[in-house]
């Protein structure tokens, strides 16, 4: 009787914490759904184009759905049923701050979502219509491809359990061939390896590099030993517009990075 209630307490406990959960409790069954595993960009909020020079996104996973408001990451859940849609009035959000115009857009677009009856997709577009068959918003879908992309590193694990910037001066760089090759630069030295994908799985081979050493920008060397050290933990990947995300197997965060090479690659300072 005892382990009986026992049970019972620890699946109340676990139904508890799961239902206080801002993300993923609504988003069941939705692998079933055509919005399951879609990755979308938006083109049209109530009629109007984006801002320019912003990209809001929209994923749609097991978990849940998230992407960029234009200027912060969000992350909700939702419920299907055939092509009704209900979106969580819970959006969670980071905090930053952006130019008005880019906030305000930011607002309308989760009343657009929280407005949302249903869907459609025709090709590679979704449309988005509140209750009333009135469309909200219109996205085109992203490709999520991992090779044939080039990306700049914003930010590493240092492996003391942080994610810390790219030093000023030098350029970290990921080139995923469509041969199955991951190069790019360590800030120093070159580095090359190999790569396999699989859903959003990513399996990075041995890492070899040339041996040049740097004296330039200070800690240029242990930067590039930690970010190399983290590209060999990575276990899982995920692109969201022009965001790139690297993950360990138990999801923490080894590498972030942007679409595309650096604007200037600049030498690593002076070789000796």
Not at 218 to 244: K, P
Request: net charge negative; proline share 3%.
């Amino acid at each position: 009787m005892t382990s009986r209630i026992v049970s019972v307490i620890l699946a109340m406990a676990t139904a508890l914490a799961l239902t206080a959960c801002t993300v993923g409790t609504m988003a069941t069954k939705v692998t079933e759904s055509p919005l399951g595993g879609t990755s979308w960009l938006l083109e049209s909020l109530n009629g109007a184009p984006p801002v320019p020079d912003t990209q809001v996104t929209l994923n749609f996973d097991a978990d849940g759905l998230y992407g960029t408001d234009g200027c912060n990451q969000y992350r909700g859940s939702y419920q299907v049923n055939g092509d009704r849609i209900t979106i969580n009035d819970s959006i969670a959000s980071t905090m930053m701050a952006c130019p008005e115009p880019i906030m305000q857009q930011a607002t309308a677009y989760y009343e657009a979502l929280k407005q949302t009856a249903s869907f459609k997709i025709a090709g590679q577009q979704l449309t988005l219509l509140n209750g009333n068959g009135e469309v909200v918003a219109t996205f085109a879908q992203q490709n999520r491809a991992l090779s044939g992309t080039t990306w700049t590193v914003t930010g590493y694990n240092n492996g003391k359990q942080a994610v810390v910037s790219v030093l000023n001066g030098s350029a970290l760089t990921l080139i995923f061939g469509a041969d199955g090759r991951l190069s790019g630069s360590a800030g120093c030295n070159t580095y090359m390896s190999s790569f396999e994908v699989s859903d959003e799985s990513l399996r990075i081979g041995q890492i070899a590099s040339t041996r040049m050493l740097c004296n330039e920008p200070a800690g240029v060397m242990e930067q590039e030993a930690q970010f190399l050290e983290a590209l060999g933990t990575v276990a899982t990947y995920r692109i969201d517009g022009e965001r790139l995300e690297l993950r360990t197997s138990d999801g923490a965060l080894a590498v972030t990075a942007t679409r595309g090479a650096p604007a200037a690659q600049t030498p690593g300072g002076n070789r000796g």
